[in-house]
């Protein structure tokens, strides 16, 4: 049976400021397809182009050019409400810098996006709960976000990603305020989501220490894919 790539890009283009002396053109033509279960990493130094792409995927970034298709939906054709929509029910997003809400509790941040679904308070509370749970932070619910170590932190940053069921969950440089012991955590955390709960998971990166947990690698230079 054929596989249907779950992400497709096709020839994407980015430039930032056109017309001005600070013109810079983030993503030159850049395509790949990634598959259900897929674990993409995406490799490449800082200024490459690979957190420009990411924001692309989830439908932060306006690409100017070519085409990003999510299960075969065009992302040009989509229209604020539409772009809403992915984001908050296709797609889980992971930020390095956490961006937890400071003055909810850890239990709140979770919930939050279920919240923004509509969902009733019973489903979100007990969707959180169980994820929080599962991630070693069951003791963690009413703490704020401050009063938790960083890698705990971004572990509630993964929990509140995932409390909609994305069908993609993109991961931008995770582990980049993270102590090497918290670092390694978080990876295996990401990685047991992929193998075991079968997520498709792109992860930006410029370390290459992780390489080896990828089911592939796409390296991107000066914004263009590289062999």
């Known amino acids: ?7 497709e890009v096709v020839k994407i283009e980015k430039t930032y400021d056109i017309g001005q002396p600070n013109e810079f053109r983030a993503l030159r033509g850049v395509s790949f397809k990634i598959y259900a279960g897929d674990f993409i990493i995406i490799l490449g130094p800082s200024g490459c182009g690979k957190s420009t792409l990411l924001h692309c995927l989830a439908g932060l970034e306006i690409f ?17 409400d539409s772009l809403t929509s992915h984001r908050r029910n296709k797609i889980g997003m992971v930020f390095q810098q956490f961006n937890l809400i400071k003055n909810l509790s850890v239990l709140q941040n979770v919930a939050l996006p279920r919240m923004l679904q509509g969902k009733s308070r019973v489903s ?45 969950l993109l991961v931008d440089e995770p582990t980049g ?51």
Do not use: C
């Not at 049976?1 to 992400?7: A, L, T, V």
């Not at 100017?64 to 604020?80: A, Q």
């Not at 979100?124 to 704020?144: V, Y």
């Not at 990876?187 to 992929?194: C, F, P, R, Y």
């Open 1 to 7: 049976m054929k596989r249907h790539p779950i992400i």
């Open 64 to 80: 100017d050019s070519g085409e990003i298709k999510i299960r075969g939906e065009k992302m040009s054709k989509m229209n604020e």
């Open 124 to 168: 979100r509370i007990s969707r959180a709960k169980k994820l929080l749970t599962d991630f070693g932070l069951g003791k963690m619910f009413n703490r704020i976000p401050s009063e938790l170590s960083g890698g705990q932190q971004q572990r509630v940053a993964i929990a509140r990603a995932l409390v909609n069921a994305p069908w993609i």
């Open 177 to 227: 305020n993270l102590d090497s012991k918290s670092a390694k955590e978080v990876m295996k955390l990401i990685v047991v989501l992929n193998k075991k709960s079968k997520r498709t998971i792109v992860l930006v990166t410029h370390n290459p220490g992780y390489l080896h947990l990828a089911s592939r690698v796409i390296k991107i230079q000066d914004g263009k894919i590289v062999k």
